[in-house]
C-alpha cells in the first residue's frame, strides 16, 4: 500500500522572464509583462507531495517535520524574498518560468529523501497558474 503526503509552504521572490540571446522586442512578444527589465513578483504556493510505503513501526510515509525542514532548507531560505534571476545560482542561465522553478524545486527535494519515495511538486505561480512535476 502507498500513500501520499503533502506539505504546503510559500515563498515570495521576484523574477522576469527573457533570454539573452533574443532582442527586447522579441522577449516582450514571447514573455510579454513578464519580461520586464525591472522585474516583477509573486506569492508562490508549494505543494510539495511525497509518495511511498507506510512504515510499520512508526506509521509514517515521512516525518512531516522531516519533510518541513527540507523545505525550509532546500526552498523557502534559497528563494524566499530573492530575485530568482540575480541571487539564486540555479536561474543564472535558466529561465525562472514556473515550469523551471518546480523542476529545481524537485531536484533540491529530491535527493534529500530515501530513495524509494516518489516526489511531486507543485507550484503555484498565482491563485489560477500552476505546474506540477514528478520527475518525468
Known sequence: MRVTVSRKAHFNAAHRLYRKDWSDAKNIEVFGKCSNPNYHGHNYELIVSVTGKIDTETGYVIDIKILK???KTEVED???HKNLNVEVP???ELNPTAENIAVVIYNKIKPKLESALDVEITLFETPRN???YSGQ
Open 69 to 71: 525542514d527540507i523545505i
Open 90 to 92: 540555479e536561474f543564472k
Open 78 to 80: 534559497s528563494f524566499d
Open 130 to 132: 500552476f505546474v506540477t
